[in-house]
Antibody, heavy 120, light 105 residues
Framework: EVLLLESGGGLVQPGGSLRLSCAASGFTFSSYAMSWVRQAPGKGLQWVSALSDSGHYTYYTDSVRGRFTISRDNSKNTVYLQMNSLRAEDTAVYYC?????????????WGQGRLVTVSS | VMTQSPATLSVSPGERATLSCRASQTVKSNLAWYQQKPGQAPRLLIYGVSTRATGIPARFSGSGSGTEFTLTISSLQSEDFAVYYCQQYNNWPLTFGGGTKVEIK
């Protein structure tokens, strides 16, 4: 069974930093691209960042580029999202998600989500 | 940009629901649909415009091409009342539509 379990998150002040982790199991983690998707309270889904299966290629939505860093450790079956210079508008539930195919595709499995609240 | 319509769709159980999604530029066949219920993560329903994901009932179907896409639920069941999102994965950044809420009429 494919499982994605996020950890981290919580309350942080504006300008602060936080790291989310997503531990994967039930599949060959190193063969799949991964992503982070967020959802602000009461709002729709927004893709945040993506990472290739090897970790060599990274992609970001404009609003987080330069502040967020996605990475992975294939030996630990874990993907990370380091979030710096956090803003109130980054407040959201953050989901990690697996992409369907090794070179991309839609998101076929999702974690349960972690709430990040940026507030003073 | 992905634009979904309508924002809210009121349908009676057993009726057909038709949801629309329009892309501002071609996404070829790289279009997916997701279902999300309150407090839950999204679930992949359809990808490649019309391919049902594993375990998705046949009452869900997708169609379209290029920039105009449709999700059809042939006979709404109680468990289908939820928010539905389309998503393109052809171009960076990956983008979702704003969602269509399917509610009980």
């Amino acid at each position: 069974e494919v499982l994605l379990l996020e950890s981290g998150g919580g309350l942080v002040q504006p300008g602060g930093s936080l790291r989310l982790s997503c531990a994967a199991s039930g599949f060959t983690f190193s063969s799949y691209a991964m992503s982070w998707v967020r959802q602000a309270p009461g709002k729709g889904l927004q893709w945040v960042s993506a990472l290739s299966d090897s970790g060599h290629y990274t992609y970001y939505t404009d609003s987080v580029r330069g502040r967020f860093t996605i990475s992975r450790d294939n030996s630990k079956n874990t993907v990370y999202l380091q979030m710096n210079s956090l803003r109130a508008e980054d407040t959201a539930v953050y989901y990690c998600a697996r992409r369907l195919t090794t070179d991309g595709g839609p998101f076929d499995y999702w974690g349960q989500g972690r709430l990040v609240t940026v507030s003073s | 940009v992905m634009t979904q319509s309508p924002a809210t769709l009121s349908v009676s159980p057993g009726e057909r629901a038709t949801l629309s999604c329009r892309a501002s530029q071609t996404v070829k066949s790289n279009l997916a649909w997701y279902q999300q219920k309150p407090g839950q993560a999204p679930r992949l329903l359809i990808y490649g415009v019309s391919t049902r994901a594993t375990g998705i009932p046949a009452r869900f179907s997708g169609s379209g091409s290029g920039t105009e896409f449709t999700l059809t639920i042939s006979s709404l069941q109680s468990e289908d009342f939820a928010v539905y999102y389309c998503q393109q994965y052809n171009n960076w950044p990956l983008t979702f539509g704003g969602g269509t809420k399917v509610e009980i009429k």
